[in-house]
């Protein structure tokens, strides 16, 4: 497990991972790069888990002209950034960019450093926390970002794993289907939430 984006492109971008769950347009910025990946499965669409927080003083999305922004670039910060800015007829230009991972947003909230965070669930509930409100999420841009699983060209080979790799999904999937109180606590514990989290995800 590994704490950002950014890290799980990097380990596949130096062979020290085999296969990652990515998003899709991460996926592609690394296909672009040369780097060879087939997409084997797409597990979900974002619908709201990926989102820009303000501090409660930006009201609208026109509001954050000259605010900076904390965002992990290279990643689907990124796409948010755009689409966000987009909808709010700004380039990037008209705001102040502050690149950086994931993992330090909420500092750089908590210093003063930024205004704006793009972030995704777990992370948002740290900002949540410390009054930062939603203006903009995933789920006004339906169908954008999805979750896919990415293995490198040269681990093809190993088809064995590959189908082990997801028929574990599947099966997880069915387990929670199936019990739903016991995965979600299960699941709470992994990630170092409550359960309550969880089923708001």
């Known amino acids: 497990r590994l704490s950002s984006a950014l890290d799980v492109m ?3 971008r130096n062979g020290n991972l085999q296969a990652a769950g990515l998003t899709l347009d991460e996926a592609l ?3 672009q790069e040369g780097i060879e990946l087939n997409i084997v ?5 974002s619908n709201g888990a990926d989102v820009v927080l303000a501090r409660p003083t930006i009201k609208t999305l026109s509001d954050v002209a000259g605010k900076r922004i904390g965002v992990e670039l290279n990643a689907v910060g990124s796409l948010m950034l755009r689409s966000m800015l987009a909808k709010a007829n700004l380039s990037v230009k008209d705001v102040k960019i502050a690149a950086m991972p994931i993992t330090q947003l909420k500092d750089a909230v908590g210093a003063g450093q930024i205004d704006v965070a793009v ?3 777990p992370f948002s509930d740290d900002l949540l926390a410390l009054g930062m409100k939603p203006i903009f999420s995933s789920a006004d841009i339906p169908g954008e970002i999805m979750d896919v699983l ?6 093809l080979h190993l088809q064995d794993k590959v189908n ?4 574990g999904y599947f099966r997880t999937r069915q387990y929670l289907d199936d019990n739903a109180d016991d995965g979600r606590r299960r699941m709470a514990g992994d990630l170092g939430t409550t359960v309550e989290d969880i089923v708001s995800y």
Request: overall charge neutral; charged content about 25%; aromatic content about 12%.
């Open 150 to 155: 990415a293995i490198r060209k040269d681990a």
């Open 10 to 12: 990097r380990a596949l």
């Open 119 to 121: 972030t995704y669930q």
């Open 29 to 31: 910025t690394l296909i």
């Open 164 to 167: 082990v790799l997801m028929e």
């Open 41 to 45: 499965m797409v597990f979900d669409y």
